[in-house]
C-alpha cells in the first residue's frame, strides 16, 4: 500500500498539468487580492454612510469559488488523465488490486488537496487582513483570529472537498472534459438552476450547493438553512457518494 | 529497494502444473451481442515462445486482458502460475505485459513513467536505469512520453514489461510501429527471455512474423480456438504437394490420377497432392514414363495460417483474390 501511494504522489508531480494548476491558484490568489486592494481603496475615501454599505475585502470570497473548480479539476485529472491515456491498464496491470489503487489515489489526492486547501485559504484569508490592516467591519472580514482561524479550516475543507468530488466523478465518467462538465455544472450552473425553484425549495436546495457550504461551516452566513453540523455531513455526503460510485464503477467495470 | 524477487509463483489454492504457467479455461468475454472469445482453452508453457495468432477482431487482445485481470470474463478463467492475475502482489515481478503502445501518460518523461511503474512494486530507480539502457531509450529518458516516435513507445512498453525482472511475459502485438531494427531486436530478446527459461505469449495478427520467432503457435478465429500446435507441426501438416515436370504430362496425370492422386497442372507443371514424391517416382517408373524434376513443397506457414483461419475473417476486401 505504501509502495502505491508512493507511487501516486510520484505521479501526481511528474505530470505538467498540476503544475498548471498550482500557477493558476496563484493567479486566482493574486486576483483575489488584487480585487481586495481596490476595495479598500475605494472604502478610505468613501464617506461613512456609503462605508456601512461595503461588503468585506476578503479575497476568500473570489479564490474558494475559483479555486473550487481547480481542485475538482485537480481530483478530476489524477484519473481522467489516465483514462484518456490508456495509462489506467498499465496502472492496472502494476496495481491489478483496483481498491487499493482507489485508496492510494484517494489518500494522495485527498490528502494533497487538504494541505494545498489550508495553504491557499490560509493565504488568500492573510493577505485579506494584511490588506485591509487595522480598518473596522465591514470592510474587514473578522473581528477576531478564532474567526479568521475557523473561516480558514471550512474553506480549506470546502476545496478539498472538490478534489474529492472531482476523483470520485473522474472514476465514474472516465472522460476529463465529462468530468469538468460536470464540475462546472454542479458548481456554477446548479446552484442558479436551484435558485428558480418555488420557495422555500430555492433556499432549501441552494443551502446544499457545494459552493455555500463553507460559510455554514462556520456559522458565518446570516440566516443558514444548515447547521454547521448540517453543512459539515453535506460535505462527507458529497464526498463518499462521489467516491462510492466511482468504487463501484472502477471495481466491477472492465478498464 | 531493488532487490528483485526471482522466487516462482506460488500456488494459491491449486498445484500450477508444470508447462501450464499460462493456463486459459473456457474463456468467454461477451461484449453485449457480441462474443469477442467463446469457450476459449489453451496452456502456455515456459522455455519458449509462444505465438498467439489470430485475424484482427479474432479475441487475442481481449485474452490478454482476461489473463491480466482489466477484463472480467463473462464465464471461464484465465490463470498465471495456477490463481488469477489480481491475486498476485506485486505482479511485475512475475508478469511483465506490454499492451499498446499508447498505454502511458503523454506528458510524463520515460524516466518517471517508469519510475511511477516501478515505484508501485517496490523497484528502485536504479533498476528503471538499468532497463531503459537495456531497451536503448537511455539517451531520451528525459523526453516526454508524448515526443517519442511510436516505436520508442513500444520499446518503453518493453521496459515496462522487464522492469520487475518477469518469469512470465505478455507482448500485445509489440513489433506494431517498429522499424526492422526494432522487430530484429525484439525477436531476439523475446528468444533470449524464452532461452533463460521464462515463458512467452506474444500475440500477432501475421504468420511471417511468428515462424520467425515463435516455437508453438496459438490460432484463433472468431474468438475459438482453431489450433494450438508447434510451428514445425504445422508446417509438416499443412497442404503438401510435389511438384512435377515431366514431358509428357498428359500421360503422367493420366496414371497418377488412377492411383489416387489429385492433379493440377501450373505453369508447364503438374502439382500432385494425396502421393508422395517417391510414390510418384515409382508410379512414373513402372509407367516407363520420364520425370524431370520432382520436388515435394510444403505449404508456406503463411498460407498455412489463411486457411486455417479463412472462415473466421471478419471483414474483407470486396472481390480481391488472395
Given at each position: 500500500m505504501t509502495d502505491v501511494i508512493a507511487s501516486e504522489w510520484l505521479k501526481l508531480r511528474s505530470v505538467r498539468s498540476t503544475g498548471y494548476l498550482l500557477l493558476a491558484l496563484l493567479l486566482t490568489l493574486l486576483a483575489g487580492s488584487?480585487?481586495?486592494y481596490l476595495m479598500t481603496a475605494d472604502w478610505d475615501t468613501s464617506p461613512p454612510q456609503q462605508r456601512a454599505r461595503f461588503g468585506s475585502a476578503d479575497p476568500s470570497v473570489m479564490v474558494v469559488p475559483f479555486g473550487q473548480f481547480l481542485f475538482g479539476v485537480l481530483g478530476a485529472l489524477a484519473v481522467t488523465s489516465e483514462y484518456g491515456s490508456g495509462m489506467i491498464r498499465t496502472a492496472l496491470v502494476?496495481?491489478?488490486?483496483?481498491?487499493?489503487?482507489l485508496l492510494a489515489k484517494t489518500a494522495v489526492v485527498g490528502g494533497g488537496a487538504v494541505v494545498l486547501g489550508l495553504v491557499v485559504a490560509s493565504a488568500a484569508a492573510l493577505s485579506g487582513e494584511l490588506i485591509t490592516g487595522d480598518r473596522p467591519a465591514p470592510i474587514a472580514a473578522f473581528d477576531s483570529s478564532a474567526a479568521l482561524w475557523s473561516a480558514v479550516l471550512a474553506n480549506a475543507a470546502a476545496l478539498a472537498l472538490l478534489a474529492l468530488l472531482g476523483l470520485g466523478l473522474g472514476f465514474v465518467l472516465r472522460s476529463t472534459a465529462g468530468t469538468l462538465v460536470a464540475l462546472c455544472g454542479l458548481l456554477f450552473v446548479l446552484p442558479v438552476l436551484v435558485l428558480m425553484l418555488p420557495q422555500p425549495w430555492d433556499e432549501r436546495l441552494y443551502a446544499l450547493t457545494p459552493g455555500v457550504l463553507a460559510p455554514q461551516l462556520t456559522g458565518a452566513m446570516a440566516?443558514?438553512?444548515?447547521t454547521p453540523w448540517g453543512a459539515g455531513l453535506v460535505m462527507v455526503a458529497y464526498a463518499a457518494v462521489s467516491l462510492g460510485a466511482g468504487a463501484a464503477v472502477l471495481l466491477r467495470r472492465d478498464a | 529497494m531493488s532487490v528483485v524477487d526471482r522466487r516462482p509463483i506460488r500456488p494459491a489454492r491449486r498445484p500450477a502444473t508444470l508447462g501450464r504457467v499460462i493456463e486459459v479455461r473456457e474463456l468467454t468475454k461477451r461484449y453485449g451481442a457480441t462474443k469477442a472469445v467463446d469457450g476459449l482453452s489453451f496452456a502456455v508453457g515456459p522455455g519458449c515462445v509462444t505465438g498467439f495468432l489470430g485475424p484482427n477482431g479474432a479475441g487475442k487482445s481481449t485474452t490478454m486482458r482476461a489473463v491480466l485481470g482489466l477484463d472480467r470474463p463473462t464465464s471461464g478463467e484465465a490463470l498465471v502460475g495456477g490463481r488469477r492475475y489480481a491475486e498476485i502482489p506485486r505482479p511485475m515481478h512475475h508478469v511483465g505485459a506490454l499492451l499498446d503502445a499508447s498505454a502511458a501518460h503523454g506528458g510524463r518523461t520515460a524516466y518517471d513513467h517508469l519510475r511511477v511503474l516501478a515505484r508501485?512494486?517496490?523497484?528502485g530507480d536504479k533498476r528503471v536505469v538499468a532497463v531503459l539502457e537495456e531497451v536503448g531509450l537511455a539517451g531520451v529518458a528525459r523526453r516526454r512520453?508524448?515526443?517519442?516516435?511510436?516505436g520508442m513507445r513500444q520499446r518503453l512498453g518493453v521496459a515496462a514489461a522487464l522492469l520487475g525482472d518477469p518469469g512470465v511475459l505478455l507482448f500485445d502485438e509489440p513489433v506494431n510501429g517498429l522499424d526492422p531494427e526494432g522487430i530484429r531486436w525484439i525477436r531476439r530478446l523475446m528468444r533470449s527471455l524464452a532461452a533463460e527459461g521464462r515463458t512467452?505469449?506474444?500475440?500477432?495478427?501475421?504468420m511471417g512474423e511468428m515462424a520467425l520467432t515463435a516455437d508453438r503457435v496459438v490460432v484463433v478465429g472468431r474468438g475459438k480456438l482453431i489450433l494450438e500446435a508447434s510451428v514445425r507441426e504445422l508446417s509438416d501438416r499443412f497442404r503438401r504437394d510435389v511438384l512435377v515436370r515431366t514431358p509428357r504430362p498428359a500421360e503422367l496425370t493420366a496414371a497418377l490420377r488412377a492411383a489416387g492422386a489429385t492433379v493440377r497442372e501450373e505453369a508447364g507443371a503438374l502439382l500432385v497432392r494425396d502421393l508422395d514424391a517417391p510414390g510418384i517416382a515409382d508410379l512414373a517408373a513402372a509407367a516407363r514414363l520420364p520425370v524431370h524434376e520432382l520436388t515435394p513443397r510444403g505449404a508456406s506457414l503463411e498460407e498455412a495460417y489463411l486457411?486455417?483461419?479463412?472462415d473466421s475473417v471478419d471483414h474483407r476486401a470486396g472481390g480481391t483474390d488472395r
Open positions: 488584487a480585487v481586495a502494476s496495481v491489478p488490486r483496483r481498491r487499493t489503487l440566516d443558514p438553512s444548515l | 508501485s512494486n517496490g523497484i512520453v508524448g515526443a517519442l516516435s511510436l512467452v505469449l506474444v500475440s500477432s495478427h501475421l486457411e486455417l483461419t479463412d
